[in-house]
């Protein structure tokens, strides 16, 4: 929800983080400040150019630092399997970006293009969104725009916690490592093993993967 009694911030940015792996959540994330001067100052950028210990520092300036308001949608995998039987993961993510938008109500919002059709994505974000906020919808936005760059750290560090937690939960019962969730070969190795021993797939899965349909058992 929006809140109340705070200056309309003149700039947010969105961004996701795990969207393409078959396990764990998918996390949106969104930033939003009156002086993007502050978040050059952190050292915001992409994500994917900083190391975890620095990711996860800034993370932690952004949330203690009074003049930074910050939104985050995590979207569990039991959640984006029911959600897309009935639409694309694009939509999805759209419902999410606009979400956070309308919470953070800034003049101009940034959003890292989640879609092929950076343009179109930005427009399929700004529909039903205020007319007074302006939507710039880029292709590596984390990479241009510091208040995109601080929206891909929060996403990271949150989707990197949830996971790490799901693999502490997970390794212990088949005293295998997890791997990245991102198709790599140790992950389909642990997939595997677990459906041999347990004859499902563990908590986590996105089960409405194409990657993992073999997997499934043949009475799901």
Do not use: N
């Not at 050292?43 to 800034?58: M, N, Q, V, W």
């Not at 003049?67 to 995590?74: A, G, L, P, S, W």
């Not at 563990?202 to 499934?216: C, F, I, K, Q």
């Amino acid at each position: 929800m929006r809140s109340r009694g705070l200056e309309r911030p003149l700039q947010a940015g969105i961004d996701e983080a795990g969207r393409g792996p078959v396990l764990g959540p998918l996390v949106v994330a969104g930033v939003a400040v009156s002086d993007p001067a502050l978040l050059a100052e952190m050292g915001c950028r992409d994500s994917k150019r900083l190391s975890p210990t620095k990711r996860e520092a800034i993370d932690r300036m952004l949330r203690s630092h009074p003049d930074v308001r910050i939104e985050v949608r995590v979207i569990a995998p039991e959640v984006l399997d029911a959600e897309r039987q009935a639409r694309k993961l694009h939509d999805i993510e759209v419902d999410r970006f606009r979400d956070i938008a309308l919470a953070l109500y800034p003049h101009v919002l940034y959003v890292d293009a989640a879609h092929g059709d950076a343009a179109q994505f930005g427009r399929a974000v700004a529909e039903g969104l205020p007319r007074d906020i302006e939507v710039v919808s880029e292709h590596k936005a984390d990479g241009t725009y510091p208040v995109v760059g601080a929206a891909s750290i929060v996403a990271k560090v949150a989707r990197d916690a949830a996971y790490a937690e799901l693999a502490r939960r997970l390794e212990p019962r088949l005293q295998m490592q997890l791997g990245s969730g991102y198709g790599d070969p140790r992950t389909d190795l642990f997939l595997r093993a677990w459906r041999a021993k347990f004859g499902d797939l563990p908590e986590g899965t996105r089960r409405s993967w194409a990657s993992v349909r073999d997997l499934l058992p043949e009475d799901t």
